[in-house]
């Protein structure tokens, strides 16, 4: 066991100052200028400090998201880069941009994601089921890939370890109860890697943890048909009986980034207002309002 380097019996108190830090957040755009799980993270993490690299498939929607942050936090705290995640080259060039840029990375926020294909086992199409895997799994592990290794590269702080590693899964990686396969499956297999790497990376001082938003209301629902009476169900499924938004999300990844969360990995966190705790009637709801297409993928 190693030996600390400060007082045990009297610990220093953990900041939640994200100074001198460096994040990458993928899928960090947003449609229009709405508050996505991204955009949120990306403005809350520059908010405490970080200095943040902004990747998303769709460059616009990235530079929105850094002329959000290098507005209000000063020029230079954000740039923009445009990459796919699916890709394993794009992935380097995003840690490597990264590096180059500000010199080091300690934060990955793996946040790229999509609804996919609907259908059960028997009526999914194997393709799009393939595709579905490769964007919301497949492209966490590849960031992860070239990640770790230059977080590895920073001194190990006593506190706050070498890096984090924040996966953006979902409640239905919990419930199930989905008419679609692919969505609760992919989302599923987010939380037990973010185990698996958590438990493998320790030893490097690599913290992995992972936020599963429930029913929020961002863009990339309300840019769906939805109606008045899915939206109020959907409050009425929360314990809390209120709607969540991108700010959830994003206060939940920056408190798991910073050193006030040392002592976390592993841990998989629901922010949905208690949903998952009262199952009944979970799927029906979710299945609703699901997010389709490829948008907001970096």
């Given at each position: ?123 999914v199409e ?105 939206r109020e ?66």
């Open positions: 066991m190693s030996k600390p380097s400060y007082d045990p019996e009297n610990p220093p108190r953990p900041s939640r100052s994200l100074a001198g830090k460096v994040a990458i957040v993928t899928g960090a755009g947003s449609r229009a200028n709405g508050i996505g799980n991204g955009r949120a993270a990306s403005i809350l993490l520059a908010e405490a400090g970080a200095s943040v690299v902004c990747a998303d498939l769709n460059l616009e929607w990235a530079q929105v998201t850094v002329d959000m942050i290098n507005r209000e936090f000063g020029e230079k705290t954000a740039i923009a880069i445009q990459g796919d995640v699916t890709k394993e080259e794009d992935c380097k060039r995003l840690v490597d941009t990264a590096l180059s840029t500000y010199g080091r990375l300690d934060i990955l926020v793996n946040n790229v994601g999509v609804g996919g294909p609907m259908g059960t086992a028997v009526e194997v393709e799009k089921w393939a595709r579905g895997l490769e964007i919301n799994v497949t492209s966490m592990m590849l960031m992860s890939k070239f990640a770790i290794p230059a977080m590895c590269k920073n001194d190990r702080h006593e506190i706050s370890g070498c890096g984090a590693i924040v996966n953006i899964s979902s409640v239905a990686g919990m419930i199930g109860g989905s008419p679609m396969l692919l969505y609760p499956t992919s989302k599923g297999a987010i939380i037990n890697m973010t185990r698996a790497m958590a438990f493998q990376h320790a030893p490097q001082g690599i913290r992995v943890n992972c936020v599963c938003p429930g029913m929020l209301y961002t863009p990339m629902v309300y840019t769906n048909p939805m109606t008045d009476e899915i169900a959907r409050r009425e499924r929360s314990l809390l009986k209120t709607e969540g938004n991108g700010w959830d999300t994003g206060a939940a990844v920056r408190f798991l980034a910073s050193d006030e969360a040392r002592w976390i990995t592993g841990v998989v966190l629901p922010v949905d207002a208690g949903s998952t705790a009262a199952t009944t009637g979970q799927g029906k709801h979710l299945s609703q309002t699901l997010p389709s297409g490829e948008e907001g993928k970096a």
